[in-house]
């Protein structure tokens, strides 16, 4: 293996996964022929799909599970923990143990396309073929087929239509 790439010995890669350099995968499942780029890590428990692109410098934590054919942009970040705290009710450091009982699941549908520098909070849905524009917070469930963007992420077209004009009809 490469000094520039970290991958664990528990994780599963597909075939023909590229991979970029200064990685970090560790106990992680990765779909056939997805490309991930530098700067990228995918932590335990985390599953992406087969012909994804997981472009430079995004986290994909553990409990994200990412379907086939789906695209995340540059810098995309994915939050397990809604509440997170650096120490325990006692005033040490927070173990795994502590943390274990708030990892709250994320899940994105197949052919989804998530802008970069987006961020997905903890206990997400994206539906299948949906799209996140660049910059955007998503705070609550995306259904299949829509386009939502901004902080906080809101609806703009749902199957193709834009939203405003699905108002005047």
Known sequence: MRRDVYVSQ????????????FINLYGCEVGEKTRIGAFVEIQKNAKVGKNCKISSHTFICEGVTIGKNSFIGHGVVFI??????????????ESEDDWAGRLVKINIGNNVSIGSNATILGGIKIGDNSVVGAGSVVTKDIPKNQTWAGNPARCLRKNGVREYELSKR
């Open 10 to 21: 528990d994780v599963k890669l597909g075939k023909n996964v590229k991979l970029s350099k």
């Open 80 to 93: 397990n923990d809604n509440y997170p705290r650096a120490v325990n009710k006692d005033g040490g450091p």
